[in-house]
């Protein structure tokens, strides 16, 4: 073990296999969300950014670089996704009033109402996730 890490206690076998569902529950929803935006005919990546978008909740208004801190990407490549999502009608981009050097991103309609469906099935998907997420984080943190 090296000295930045700390010491914990050994886990039990209920632990491992309480971690292992929990990590196989999420997969499964994952690969669920990445099946019901290609049923919707956008990317995954798409999908997430919309989200992100949506949820936003800062004071100003979302950028190319928020999109990029909250997706985990470059921002390069946060900047090619928002190209795309603007020539697919997805998103509209406009100069910030506050600083002109960035571009504040808007939904459109039309990505409103595929969020808004994705978003439906999401949370019904998610409604039956719920308890067996819950109780294997709660296992495996005893």
Known sequence: MGADEPETEPLSPQQYAALADFRYRLRRFLAFSEAAAARAGIPPQQHQALLTLAGHAGREPPTVGLLAEQLLIAPHTAAELVARMVDGGLLTKARAVEDRRRSALSLTPRAEALLKALTAAHLE??????????GALQFAAC
């Open 125 to 134: 998907e998610l409604r039956g996730l719920a308890p067996a997420l819950a």
